[in-house]
């Protein structure tokens, strides 16, 4: 998370002449190898993986001091297992994407709960919650040293913590397909610390709440939090709609909102302010050894005007394993959005199977129960050449069905169109005199995916997808500003 203000202020003391004062701070900052020689962005593009550790120990695996904890109304973290209050579960996970031309960046959170195939994972753990792949490898790397004669403590944390971010590292890179060139790790007192160096942060709430648990008491509208309400507020899942995919997007706020004020506040040119941030990235931070955060700078300029878009990637519903409670997804479906995302499609659309190269429109309606499923199968047939109707939910329906304007055994456009549009889902079109002619008419079922449309020639389709608009997972969160949340 720190990267992206890193970045940020590194760029414009480049321009204003303080690149030795930075270079020589940024020197102090904790490096990793843990990325590895897996291959990097070949576009001249940067992915950035930024690591938000839920841990209430330091850098050196020492516990954080009671007196912080208290700030952090995040519970001790003494007497503690990997696996519970203390552990090192990475509840922040986001992939930042800086294009190379200096425009917009795009970021895709990733929700803590997602059950995944861990890779490069130590132990014999090879599935389970994507935030837990640090802590389960950290735990059995330190096993394996313990068992090898190594007893130093702070020998353990280093390679288990190593160890913990290359299998996350690759974890992220495997699920959304993209090359991974950077990283940047923090942990809840780097939250803390930052916040309450920036002078606290703005942040809006569409509605008041209360939670014990994260410390969060906050009214409706837009308001200014200290250090430790600002830790609240990106901590907090209890009492919110939709849970963890709410804090998720509260994460997302923080981001935009620490963007926006180190360029509102005129924190680039206050040297003082500057030596605070970095005190802070040098006791709260982890980069990979190989990233030249200068030179990045030059290409980040997007993110100092708060040019950035957040994106929280879905997920299919809800499932148990192996008795916890997850979060159920298709890798397929996300690697197809980012994909998507950050490269889309550029082949002209398809006409109609008319071939008039009238554009039949589609109604998508939700009847399924599934939260934005309606503008994500939209967005795919559109894809597909047909023009986007009416995109609304529905009453339940118990299966999907689709119809179309005209007669009984009408074998015109509307017909043929229905007829492909029916296939993608398994199922029949059927005529009805009542919708408008070049009118089709879908209703999700609980049993609808959203469709891969595209190829040609016989060969498989290339699965497309678009990022929810509607539902849990939201809408962009935009940078620039100060973003309402739930």
């Known amino acids: 998370m720190y990267a992206v203000a890193c970045a940020a202020a590194a760029t414009v003391l480049v321009a204003s002449g303080l690149a030795y004062f930075v270079l020589d701070n940024l020197r102090g900052l904790g490096s990793s190898h843990a990325i590895g020689n897996a291959p990097k962005s070949t576009d001249g593009a940067t992915n950035i993986l930024l690591i938000g550790l839920d841990s209430r120990k330091d850098q050196n695996g020492d516990p954080l001091p009671n007196a912080i904890l208290r700030q952090l109304h995040a519970g001790s973290a003494r007497g503690v297992n990997e696996e519970g209050v203390g552990g090192y579960n990475t509840n922040t996970l986001i992939l930042?994407?800086?294009?190379?031309?200096?425009?917009?960046?795009?970021?895709?959170?990733?929700?803590?709960?997602?059950?995944?195939?861990?890779?490069?994972?130590?132990?014999?753990?090879?599935?389970?919650?994507?935030?837990?792949?640090?802590?389960?490898?950290?735990?059995?790397?330190?096993?394996?040293?313990?068992a090898r004669g190594v007893h130093d403590k702070h020998a353990l944390e280093h390679d288990g913590r190593e160890a913990a971010r290359r299998s996350t590292i690759s974890t992220v890179r495997k699920l959304l397909g993209v090359p991974i060139d950077h990283f940047a790790e923090i942990n809840l007192?780097?939250?803390?610390?930052?916040?309450?160096?920036?002078?606290?942060?703005?942040?809006?709430?569409?509605?008041?709440?209360?939670?014990?648990?994260?410390?969060?008491?906050?009214?409706?509208g837009r308001q200014h939090l200290n250090g430790s309400q600002a830790l609240a507020f990106v901590r907090q899942r209890h009492g919110l709609p939709n849970g963890d995919l709410d804090r998720t997007h509260r994460q997302q706020a923080f981001l935009a909102s620490v963007t926006h004020k180190l360029k509102q506040d005129g924190i680039f040119g206050d040297l003082g302010r500057m030596r605070g941030l970095l005190k802070v990235a040098r006791k709260d931070v982890v980069m990979d050894a190989e990233w030249d955060v200068l030179g990045f700078a030059q290409q980040a300029r997007?993110?100092?005007?708060?040019?950035?878009?957040?994106?929280?990637?879905?997920?299919?519903?809800?499932?148990?394993?192996?008795?916890?409670?997850?979060?159920?997804?298709?890798?397929?479906?996300?690697?197809?959005?980012?994909?998507?995302?950050?490269?889309?499609?550029?082949q002209a659309p398809a006409p109609s199977a008319s071939g008039s190269g009238a554009k039949t429109t589609v109604d998508v309606l939700n009847g399924g129960g599934h939260a934005g499923l309606?503008?994500?199968?939209?967005?795919?047939?559109?894809?597909?050449?047909?023009?986007?109707?009416?995109?609304?939910?529905?009453?339940?329906?118990?299966?999907?069905t689709v119809r179309y304007g005209g007669q009984d055994g009408a074998d015109g456009p509307d017909g043929a169109d229905a007829k492909k549009i029916a296939k993608l889902f398994g199922v029949k079109a059927v005529a009805d005199p009542s919708l408008p002619a070049g009118t089709v008419r879908v209703v999700l079922g609980p049993a609808a995916v959203v469709p891969s449309l595209g190829g040609g020639g016989g060969s498989a389709p290339k699965p497309t997808a678009t990022l929810p608009t509607t539902g849990a997972q939201g809408g962009a969160v935009k940078g620039g500003g100060i973003p309402c949340v739930d």
């Open 189 to 220: 007192a780097g939250f803390y610390d930052l916040a309450t160096t920036l002078g606290g942060v703005d942040v809006c709430l569409k509605h008041p709440v209360q939670d014990h648990y994260s410390g969060a008491d906050f009214p409706a």
């Open 374 to 400: 309606a503008a994500k199968v939209a967005g795919a047939l559109s894809q597909g050449g047909y023009a986007t109707g009416k995109v609304a939910n529905t009453a339940p329906s118990a299966r999907t």
């Open 302 to 346: 997007s993110l100092t005007g708060g040019n950035v878009e957040f994106h929280t990637l879905p997920i299919e519903g809800f499932g148990t394993r192996n008795r916890q409670s997850v979060n159920l997804v298709d890798p397929d479906k996300i690697r197809a959005m980012v994909h998507d995302t950050l490269d889309p499609p550029k």
């Open 96 to 146: 930042l994407h800086v294009p190379n031309d200096g425009g917009k960046a795009t970021a895709f959170s990733i929700p803590r709960d997602d059950y995944v195939d861990y890779a490069d994972a130590v132990g014999p753990q090879q599935h389970g919650k994507i935030k837990e792949a640090y802590g389960v490898t950290k735990a059995f790397t330190e096993q394996k040293l313990m």
